[in-house]
């Protein structure tokens, strides 16, 4: 399958990507790691007509320690984050996660800003810092501005990210409790996008593909706040959730699995930090 | 668009479109036949070469964003006539049967055991989630993986 045409364009700087949004408007798209876009695109269920590659900005790749949070550069891609020191002590469930995504090869590609930007709801990655509680950073043309991640999902691929806006970091807050983590990813083969899964960051459970954008799973965060128990908390998993049926699922079968996974993530979540 | 790639250490210059997939350059510029399209949706692991020597499936990345990296490919492997000892370890456990998942498996084992010399049986499935065999051949390529990292040259290779 080949993509419909489309000029290439590689920006070599922030600037000259978001020069270059600018002039092309809503014909253009960013490429990062492009193992969304460019299936999409060789289905023909994408067909911009110009691609900015963003692979060549290195300076919007690392992982750094600012004290209260980690900062990572959107182009940082998965099996950096996987393999980082840093976040498996201060973030280990977003170090896990990453190396949950996909398998090997999609992860030396696939990029944890791309990911977050293209806002699929089956991602794992954005219910991960959904539950991780993220700042978003984007720069467009009246400078960079900060997005909470709870503000960041709009709708079924739709971000708060404006036209020809870029993402460039994602700040992560260390958790109080770093142990007190999981995640469940529950799949048909092992490279398969979630049919439902669940990631918990203390008292945090955020919710893959339950609905149009990445969700936290409010009913359980208040019975545990509450005093409920985690098995009866996670019975209130699928609360407040409008999960697809698909020819994975049905609709049913994922509050099912909602209310399975956040009950084995809140088990092992509270087995990890005793 | 003009692309100057380096394959298997050999500069390769080319015009192409700009929406030219690596896996078609490779085949059908570079001549280079080993990398197969199998799924053609990054599923299925047949098309994996090395960019830059890390495993990335040909079928989701422009030729574009390859030009400047190199991209290593099963033909450029063997060197004098030596078979990778990947390539040989296939060879003696039966690590392959129809053959068409092989290009992609070895690439994979290659990238994985760069990263990991010495990886259990666990970690060798897990580093080949990417790589499906129709003939569901998986002990043989599990076991060519294991057997190639316990040679001092399959691990360093």
């Known amino acids: ?104 090869q999609i992860r030396h590609r696939g990029t944890i800003g791309g990911s977050v930007a293209h806002g699929d709801p089956a991602s794992d990655l954005p219910a991960v810092l959904l539950a991780l509680d993220a700042t978003l950073v984007a720069r467009g043309s009246d400078g960079s501005r900060e997005i909470p991640v709870g503000e960041f999902f709009t709708g079924l691929f739709e971000t708060a990210l404006a036209p020809g806006e870029l993402l460039t970091e994602i700040r992560v807050p260390k958790p109080a409790r770093p142990a007190a983590w999981s995640f469940q990813k529950f799949t048909q083969r092992a490279i398969d996008w979630a049919i439902v899964g669940a990631a918990v960051q203390g008292g945090n459970v955020a919710l893959v593909n339950m609905g149009p954008t990445p969700l936290r799973a409010a009913a359980v965060e208040a019975a545990l706040a509450g005093g409920a128990s985690p098995a009866e908390a996670a019975g209130h998993a699928a609360e407040g959730t409008s999960p697809s049926s698909d020819i994975r699922a049905s609709s049913g079968y994922r509050e099912h699995l909602a209310r399975v996974l956040v009950a084995r993530a809140l088990a092992e979540a509270n087995a990890r930090s005793q | 668009m003009k692309v100057d790639l380096t394959v298997n250490g050999k500069d390769i210059s080319a015009d192409v479109e700009d929406r030219m997939l690596l896996v078609h350059f490779l085949r059908e510029v570079a001549g280079l036949t080993a990398t197969n399209v199998g799924c053609d949706t990054t599923s299925c692991g047949a098309c994996t070469v090395l960019l830059d020597g890390e495993s990335v499936k040909s079928c989701t990345v422009l030729a574009a964003q390859a030009a400047g990296h190199q991209v290593t490919t099963l033909e450029g492997l063997a060197s004098n006539g030596e078979m990778h000892p990947v390539q040989r370890a296939f060879h003696e456990q039966h690590g392959l049967q129809c053959g068409f998942c092989t290009p992609g498996m070895v690439m994979a084992i290659v990238s994985l055991l760069r990263e990991n010399p010495h990886p259990t049986e666990e970690q060798v499935r897990a580093g080949l989630e990417g790589n499906l065999c129709r003939c569901t051949g998986y002990h043989n390529i599990v076991r060519a993986a294991l057997a190639a990292a316990s040679t001092a040259e399959g691990a360093s290779a």
């Open chain 1, 1 to 104: 399958m080949i993509p419909s045409s489309f000029s290439y364009r590689r920006a070599g700087s922030v600037e000259e990507a978001a020069g270059l949004a600018a002039s092309y408007g809503e014909d253009a798209k960013y490429l990062a790691g492009g193992h969304s876009l460019l299936p999409l695109m060789k289905l023909r269920l994408a067909t911009p007509e110009v691609l900015i590659d963003l692979g060549g900005l290195r300076d919007l790749s690392y992982i750094t320690d600012q004290g209260t949070h980690v900062a990572i550069g959107a182009l940082t891609r998965h099996h950096d984050i996987e393999r980082s020191g840093l976040l498996g002590r201060q973030l280990p469930l977003l170090a896990h996660a990453a190396g949950r995504v996909g398998d090997p």
